[in-house]
């Protein structure tokens, strides 16, 4: 029995779900606890008038994890502020602690 594969794959499907439940409640914040690179983040920054952002709060443990969301969040929000962003948005990147052990 070889590896159980997802076709589309899962963190594609997670992200599919997230964002359809976000167009549902239309926040004006999201937390990402665990954001890791950033991947879900990013497509927030990209969102349309359907899920209408105004802050994003991106949360890891991992500081290279962190800079790389860093870079990812910066070349997204440039773009959306060349494409005329249609309101502002906050992002911060926080670095957490593990549990204690």
């Known amino acids: 029995m070889g590896p159980v594969k997802f076709h589309p794959a899962l963190s594609l499907q997670r992200q599919t779900f997230l964002l359809e439940a976000l167009r549902d409640s239309r926040p004006k914040s999201v937390l990402d606890i665990g954001c890791g690179e950033g991947t879900l983040l990013e497509c927030l920054v990209r969102c349309d008038d359907f899920i209408p952002v105004e802050v994003l709060v991106g949360i ?5 994890q962190l800079q790389t969301a860093a870079r990812i969040m910066l070349v997204s929000a440039n773009i959306q502020q060349q ?5 502002p948005l906050d992002i911060q990147l926080l670095r957490g602690r593990g549990l204690p052990t």
């Open 60 to 64: 890891d443990i991992s500081e290279a």
């Open 83 to 87: 494409d005329e962003r249609w309101h």
